[in-house]
């Protein structure tokens, strides 16, 4: 009998041969798009998928650990999502320090707008065996692993799963089982079942530490859980950690890290890392053999797919094949779930890690959408979860449908938006110490843009993209806040992130302008004082700038600090440039945390109104 991997490796030698036909079982899906990244830079020189607004819900601290989850555990990752309640609901597990080693547990945060969570609360704590049960000699304690965390039933209960198993190895032999606890309207959650054992060992209600489900008085949430195991799809996502000897999957075969979505002819698309994916025409009873899609370039990061509210079709993945460098975060989308096209950026920031951990790997890791079924937040929006060096929890949302280009003269004056609330047009960058809020204008009426910053490893960032063009006119007004100690850096960037205009407000109270390549002072600035910027752009073959400060002329055909053709983006951030770690920088590192890592530092605030950016 012919071994899986040599039917996955014959699969792919016919894809590469040609024998397959897009949209079938040997070709499922293909990107058809000809944008890849820049392996160099944080950014990949793309395009960003415009409003997409990126907020930190959980910052690691490990030595005050009231700031974060109470527990000061610093290996925080695998984040799933799901909308029930009215309430985004957002689930990870985490270590002390490193990747599958012990003790481990189950987190939970919730939301009611996606921008401002709620502290973690531990929803299935480290693994403590009945007595007289003991540690097999070849494992090393207890830990958690899942690719799945939220299951909407169709009575309405919300069940959050997870997996215990042994560290370090949770998979086969070396698992326990699948628990199950249900959540309710009120924020608490009902007691820890076993819903499923592992077909690998001999695990049972009378050698684990919860009961099994069926024991529950609850006819509902019984009925919850009877009908997750019938549903195929959904239970896929299991095969991971326990991959059904006893025929629970019906044999099929899987890669890792599922997940799915139905195309418009109704058959199931499954997903899975290293570019693996598979076709099912009846719900997931049975799937294709998976075969690799030589067109998806990615390695042991996850990928997520699914149909998005226009009724088109995204998927997320790092574009690299490198697995412990992990960034890039994109999306390409399609009209029909099988071709996909326009490469952009959901995340391209990749902030310093802050403590190291066997197998954190760089960047923004393992996305999470929300599954079907699982709950569809108001909005025309792509959510998606994710962890950011393995350390960080984060969320993005991104409006639907998904472009990159603008058309016309911007004009934002932030006045008509909710305070603390979504920023249309604009990219955000926001962790939590860094955040980026509308909220009430210091010193006039009206609303304006605060970026803020007390992180010493991080910044506030806010992006906006405008039409593409050779000459442009960008005109907004900065104010620096009496309490602000920091800087703010304005670059007008091209389409693959070139600086070519770079304008900053300095900690001393200066402004200041790159001419070619060099810094001049252009002025003074007083703090708690409104000034208008108005910088005229010539791309290339011109390739200068000049800027008016409150209608004074203060630099005249600078010269630009990189060629460029044209220009369409304004940046606004609250430290410098950064291009590091990067791809040489080494992953399985045993250093000390970054110095005060723990601590925020002294407020950079500045506020920002009236952007206008045109011909």
Not at 410 to 438: C, H, M, Q, R
């Amino acid at each position: 009998m012919k071994s899986n991997s040599f039917w996955l490796g014959l699969a792919f030698f016919q894809v590469l041969n040609g024998y397959a036909q897009t949209g079938s079982p040997q070709e499922p899906v293909r990107y058809i798009g000809g944008e890849t990244i820049d392996p160099t830079l944080h950014e990949g020189r793309l395009r960003y998928a415009i409003g997409t607004e990126n907020r930190q819900t959980l910052r690691a601290n490990r030595t005050h650990p009231e700031t974060a989850d109470d527990h000061g555990w610093t290996y925080n990752h695998a984040s799933n999502l799901c909308y029930w309640n009215g309430t985004f609901y957002q689930q990870y597990l985490s270590n002390p320090v490193d990747e599958h080693v012990a003790p481990g547990q189950t987190l939970v945060m919730t939301s009611k707008d996606g921008r401002h969570w709620n502290k973690p609360q531990v929803v299935f704590p480290p693994y403590q065996a009945p007595a007289g049960v003991k540690i097999p000699e070849e494992y090393k304690g207890y830990m958690m692993h899942q690719r799945m965390g939220f299951y909407v039933a169709p009575n309405g209960r919300l069940l959050v799963l997870a997996f215990y198993g042994h560290t370090e190895d949770p998979f086969g032999k070396g698992g326990i089982g699948r628990v199950v606890r249900e959540a309710y309207k009120d924020g608490t959650y009902g007691p820890i079942y076993f819903i499923r054992y592992t077909s690998h060992a001999n695990w049972n209600e009378s050698n684990t530490s919860y009961p099994f489900y069926k024991k529950a008085t609850d006819a509902a949430f019984v009925k919850a859980c009877d009908d997750l195991l019938k549903n195929p799809l959904m239970t896929f996502q299991w095969y991971d950690e326990d991959n059904g000897l006893d025929g629970f999957y019906n044999h099929k075969k899987a890669g890792q890290a599922l997940s799915y979505y139905h195309r418009k002819d109704g058959k199931v698309v499954a997903l899975w890392k290293k570019s693996l994916t598979a076709l099912s025409s009846d719900e997931g009873k049975t799937f294709s053999q998976p075969v690799k899609v030589p067109t998806l370039v990615m390695s042991g990061g996850k990928q997520w797919g699914q149909r998005t509210d226009d009724g088109r079709y995204a998927l997320s993945y790092n574009p690299i094949e490198q697995t412990q460098y992990r960034f890039p975060l994109v999306v390409v989308t399609g009209d029909d779930g099988i071709l996909f096209d326009h490469m952009l950026l959901i995340q391209g920031e990749l902030p310093p890690r802050r403590y190291t951990g066997r197998w954190k790997d760089f960047g923004p890791c393992y996305m999470r959408g929300i599954e079907e079924g699982n709950g569809n937040p108001p909005g025309n929006d792509l959510w998606m979860s994710y962890s950011m060096n393995k350390e960080d929890i984060w969320v993005s949302r991104t409006p639907v449908p998904v472009t990159y280009r603008v058309k016309g003269t911007v004009k934002d004056n932030f006045d008509a938006l909710e305070t603390e609330g979504a920023i249309p047009d604009w990219n955000i960058y926001a962790p939590k110490w860094a955040p980026v809020s509308v909220v009430e204008t210091p010193g006039k009426s009206g609303k304006s843009l605060l970026l803020a910053d007390q992180d010493l490893y991080d910044y506030a960032r806010a992006i906006r993209v405008f039409e593409e063009g050779t000459q442009v006119t960008t005109k907004l007004k900065v104010y620096a806040d009496p309490a602000n100690t920091g800087m703010l850096d304005i670059d007008l960037t091209d389409q693959y992130g070139n600086r070519p205009v770079r304008i900053r407000f300095n900690e001393k109270n200066q402004l200041m302008a790159t001419d070619g390549s060099t810094e001049k002072v252009l002025q003074s600035y007083e703090k708690g004082r409104w000034y208008e910027l108005e910088v005229q752009t010539k791309a290339m073959p011109d390739g200068h700038y000049s800027v008016k400060v409150n209608g004074k002329t203060v630099l005249e055909k600078a010269q630009l600090a990189e060629a460029v053709k044209s220009i369409e983006r304004l940046s606004l951030r609250t430290g410098p440039y950064r291009n590091l770690p990067n791809r040489q920088t080494p992953n399985e590192t045993n250093d000390p945390p970054l110095p005060n890592a723990d601590i925020p530092t002294s407020p950079t605030r500045f506020y920002l109104d009236e952007v206008v950016i045109g011909k």
